[in-house]
């Protein structure tokens, strides 16, 4: 797994602490409750990953929260059944979006586990197309030659830093499908 999180502690629900997994594919999930466009998106992500589970796949979503405050951070969490990145540990979560360029949310980036091996940053449109599991594990490959749809939103959500072009692109192409084209997860 990735050298940030190489023998920290993430929390399950109930706030159990539990390690990272070690096989399969790992998803961080850069989201906050206060983003529409993030609570859309989640629950797409939140059917998609129970589907998984339930096929007896090897995939597990950490949450990395840009959540304002312990209470929202709670309340994001406990409404589903993966891991996160504890509220408290505010410098890996700032690592991480930094290690993965991270500026808007949300973001999904998959990761093979076992290597810490990046399988890509548009983790977030592989979970749109693919929501049924099909062609899991993903690859950056599939992308390449199929459409992208995102998820629909009129709302977009507000840049992690002031000014992003890329927030700016997920306001404009967040609800439309584009062929051939990747714009933003």
Request: proline share 6%; glycine share 6%.
């Amino acid at each position: 797994m990735d050298a940030l999180l190489k023998g920290k502690s993430l929390l399950l629900s109930g706030n159990h602490p539990t390690p990272m997994p070690r096989t399969g594919i790992v998803g961080l999930y850069f989201s906050a409750q206060w983003c529409p466009v993030s609570r859309e998106f989640t629950a797409v992500l939140a059917e998609s990953y129970e589907n998984l589970r339930k096929d007896g796949e090897k995939f597990q979503i950490v949450l990395v929260s840009s959540d304002r405050s312990e209470a929202e951070f709670l309340q994001h969490f406990d409404e589903h059944p993966w891991l996160a990145v504890p509220y408290g540990e505010r410098k890996l979560i700032a690592s991480l979006k930094k290690r993965f360029a991270v500026t808007t949310v949300p973001t999904l980036v998959l990761l093979n586990a076992a290597t810490g091996e990046e399988i890509t940053k548009d983790g977030a449109a592989f979970i749109s197309n693919y929501k049924d599991g099909a062609l899991f594990p993903w690859s950056d490959d599939i992308s390449e030659s199929e459409s992208v749809e995102y998820p629909p939103s009129t709302d977009c959500c507000l840049p992690l830093k002031k000014g992003c072009f890329l927030a700016v692109l997920w306001c404009v192409f967040g609800s439309m499908k584009k062929k051939n084209k990747r714009y933003l997860p």
